[in-house]
């Protein structure tokens, strides 16, 4: 069976919405000319940080087709992470919402290669891969070439009509395909809630985020001790921040995600800062095997929690 471009495009993106992916963009594969002195200019600055990654594959983190050789399209998913029920925050510490449930590198991973199946069913073999914050990509960039949303001046991808609470994954691959306009409109405006909000100074400017003192990074990706009287700062998070997510205007439209595996487990809602403070090794591996909260290991978790008691 031989599908026009028109065809093809518009199966992927109804596949993608039967995987449960709320929102598809598809853009042309291209060199990011424009992102390249923003990006050279942040890493030459160290707002990096200590994620020596962020300086890997400079050339393919601005070209996809360094990636994918022969690519042509880069097809963009979004996956909604607000939960259905949060975690009580009184007389506990907190994690960030997307961590709650299955580490999402495995769910969107999952979603994408029976995806890149279905394309190949009707397309025949293709070159192609799929990422999910696991290769050098400017994710954000491509969603907003896609029609997805804008970046916000948090940083974070913003959709007009839920909200920023989104995981985003990619598929590059060698076909043509039609192509969604870019998201040229910034509806942040005048708002600075979130830089306002945010208790480290990490958002040092309107779109520009200094890792080094962003509370995700200090909480997942920091391996050293923490800067003197960070304690009072990191306001009781342990994993991740969602400060600057959850004082955004336009996170008041977000809806809770249908994805059973997304969802918190019992033993994670039930957790109280007693149970933190006492979790064992074994606790520890049971509530967060397949979690994202595993990446930080057990003594890193541990050393969150002493500081900010």
């Given at each position: ?223 050293n001790a923490f800067p003197e009287g960070s304690a009072k700062q990191l306001q009781n998070w342990i994993f991740g921040c969602d400060i600057c997510q959850d004082v955004c205007p336009w ?13 918190a487990p019992d033993e994670l809602v039930r957790m109280r800062k007693p149970g933190w403070d006492n979790l064992s090794k074994d606790e520890f591996d049971k509530i967060f095997n397949t ?19």
């Amino acid at each position: 069976m031989t599908l026009s471009k028109t065809e093809l495009t518009q199966l992927i993106k109804s596949k993608a919405k039967n995987l449960g992916f709320f929102d598809t963009g598809i853009s042309k594969a291209r060199q990011l000319k424009e992102q390249e002195p923003i990006l050279r200019s942040w890493l030459k600055e160290s707002m990096h940080g200590e994620m020596q990654y962020m300086e890997n594959h400079y050339e393919k983190r601005l070209d996809p087709r360094k990636l994918v050789e022969g690519s042509k399209s880069v097809i963009t998913v979004l996956q909604n992470y607000y939960p259905d029920r949060e975690i009580p925050e009184e007389n506990n510490y907190k994690i960030s919402k997307y961590a709650y449930g299955e580490d999402y590198h495995i769910l969107i991973k999952d979603k994408l290669m029976e995806l890149l199946r279905e394309i190949e069913s009707v397309a025949g073999q293709v070159s192609a891969r799929a990422f999910t914050d696991s290769a050098p990509i400017m994710d954000k960039v491509w969603a907003r070439e896609g029609g997805l949303g804008w970046i916000g001046k948090n940083t974070c991808l913003i959709n007009k009509k839920q909200g920023s609470f989104f995981f985003i994954g990619q598929v590059i691959i060698n076909l043509e395909l039609e192509y969604d306009e870019p998201f040229l409109a910034d509806h942040c405006g005048t708002c600075d809630l979130c830089i306002k909000a945010c208790p480290t100074g990490a958002i040092i400017k309107p779109f520009q985020l200094d890792a080094r003192k962003c509370i995700s990074y200090l909480t997942i990706e920091y391996r050293n001790a923490f800067p003197e009287g960070s304690a009072k700062q990191l306001q009781n998070w342990i994993f991740g921040c969602d400060i600057c997510q959850d004082v955004c205007p336009w996170n008041k439209k977000a809806i809770a995600h249908k994805e059973e595996r997304l969802r918190a487990p019992d033993e994670l809602v039930r957790m109280r800062k007693p149970g933190w403070d006492n979790l064992s090794k074994d606790e520890f591996d049971k509530i967060f095997n397949t979690s994202a909260v595993s990446r930080v290991k057990y003594h890193d978790l541990m050393r969150n929690i002493q500081e900010v008691q």
